[in-house]
């Protein structure tokens, strides 16, 4: 990338700028907004915007970033080019389409001044040195904002509102805390000791939310033609799935598959669901409501039972399939330990002495860890894991998408804190990009 030269004022080096931007850049989401300047007021100035460039066969119109959610209506058949994948940006001339029009575009939401910004930008743990190049490059030389601290997301939960104890002061973070993100791309197991990973025992599991979409996809694609219907389906994923527990996994597949063997009308209902598909016209979002097997999927689109014209898929063991390769892999053939067996990896690579400080911390974040069940088959595993002398204690954030966002936001809330983590942007054009991740890494001082 080329550098530009500007001739605007920059930050020195102990000078914030007067707003604090807080961009978690997630695979499938960018969570964004501006801290809160009181000291005791919560930040709730998040927005959710599609991390990606979306192109609609049926209107001819592409969506880039915050249009999608605002201005798109109907969602069917969209083709996506998503800037991350598998949890690093790989793309950033589409990131920056995304940026500019989140918060450089006068129709945002979030329009700032780069040069009166000071930025906090998340990205993946251990990311490869030549994409932290990238991202400070484009944050210093096409945005020229006027500070800026890029942090591994996992260690923002430190400062984010706990479950476990009274929320730490602004800019404190948590002692110990064991983070599992289930995010788009993959799951990330991180232990953070004062905010700060220890990077030999982050763990990286190669299943997240764009996996079990696909998988659901694949399924579903056997009754019914949705294999270009990803947003659909993942919201068919996110309103019907669940976590089976673990003791009765065996027997809710055998619900499902002796009722339906034997007799279509004898399904277990408890568990199988009819999924009304949007139309667009009339149904703007799908839902699902309890099955009814004296009405086949055929009678329902013509009207013939006496109601409005629907098309529904049914859906029986992918409820609970499909969350299951979190905790199972080698259902779709992957060479990986499940989520429990990774947390484990993780522990094996600290001394024994702070395994329990940390079991006793362990904190589920990430979009795709909402799944009812998850967080109760989560601890039920690691219990079976570990030795009866440890304290296993696990906690879903109260929100687990934004949270990261908010350890971002009370962190922001204490200046003299984010003095000491920023790198201005003239600190950037004097020392370089090596001097500049050296210094995120906490590798040299001012």
Not at 76 to 98: C, D, M, S, T
Not at 116 to 125: D, G, H, Q, R
Not at 185 to 199: A, E, F
Request: one cysteine or more; glycine letters at 6%; aromatic letters at 8%.
């Amino acid at each position: 990338m080329a550098r530009k030269n500007s001739h605007k004022p920059t930050a020195t080096t102990n000078e914030l700028a007067p707003r604090t931007l807080i961009l978690d850049n997630g695979a499938h989401t960018i969570k964004a907004g501006f801290s809160s300047s009181s000291a005791t007021e919560e930040p709730n100035d998040c927005h959710i915007i599609a991390n990606c460039i979306a192109r609609s066969w049926r209107d001819k119109r592409t969506y880039v970033g915050p249009e999608l959610l605002d201005e798109c209506w109907d969602f069917g058949e969209l083709a996506f080019r998503r800037p991350v994948e598998r949890g690093f940006v790989v793309n950033w001339e589409g990131e920056k389409a995304v940026w500019e029009r989140s918060f450089v575009d006068k129709r945002s939401r979030l329009k700032c001044d780069p040069h009166e910004t000071n930025l906090i930008l998340t990205e993946a743990p251990n990311a490869p040195a030549a994409l932290q190049r990238n991202a400070d490059e484009m944050v210093f030389e096409e945005f020229e904002f006027a500070t800026y601290y890029r942090t591994p997301s996992p260690s923002l939960n430190a400062y984010a509102p706990s479950p476990f104890s009274l929320s730490p002061a602004p800019g404190v973070p948590l002692e110990c805390l064991l983070v599992i993100d289930v995010g788009h791309s993959h799951t990330t197991i991180t232990p953070l000791y004062d905010g700060r990973p220890i990077n030999p025992a982050c763990r990286r599991l190669e299943i997240g939310g764009k996996t079990l979409t696909n998988h659901l996809k694949d399924l579903l694609s056997r009754n019914v033609e949705v294999k270009n219907e990803d947003w659909i389906v993942q919201e068919i994923k996110e309103d019907v799935c669940f976590v089976s527990a673990s003791s009765s996994f065996s027997s809710d597949l055998e619900r499902v598959w002796k009722g339906g063997h034997k007799d279509p009308r004898a399904v277990d209902t408890t568990i199988v669901v009819d999924y009304v598909l949007p139309d667009y016209e009339n149904v703007k979002r799908g839902f699902a409501r309890p099955h009814n097997p004296n009405v086949s999927r055929k009678e329902r689109a013509l009207g013939l039972d006496g109601g409005p014209r629907e098309h529904i898929v049914t859906i029986g063991n992918e409820r609970f399939t499909v969350p299951e390769l979190l905790f199972t892999p080698s259902d779709i053939g992957m060479q990986q330990d499940g989520l429990p067996g990774t947390i484990l990896q993780s522990l094996h690579s600290l001394p024994e002495g702070l395994w329990q400080p940390f079991l006793a911390n362990v904190l589920v974040v990430g979009g795709s860890s909402k799944f009812p069940g998850f967080v109760r088959r989560l601890e039920a595993e690691l219990r079976m894991l570990v030795s009866d002398e440890f304290v296993v204690r696990v906690a879903q954030a109260e929100d687990p998408v934004k949270n990261v966002w908010l350890g971002g936001a009370k962190l922001a809330r204490d200046e003299g804190v984010l003095k000491e983590r920023v790198v201005t942007r003239q600190e950037y054009l004097e020392h370089g990009d090596v001097w500049t991740r050296r210094r995120f890494a906490g590798k040299v001082d001012r």
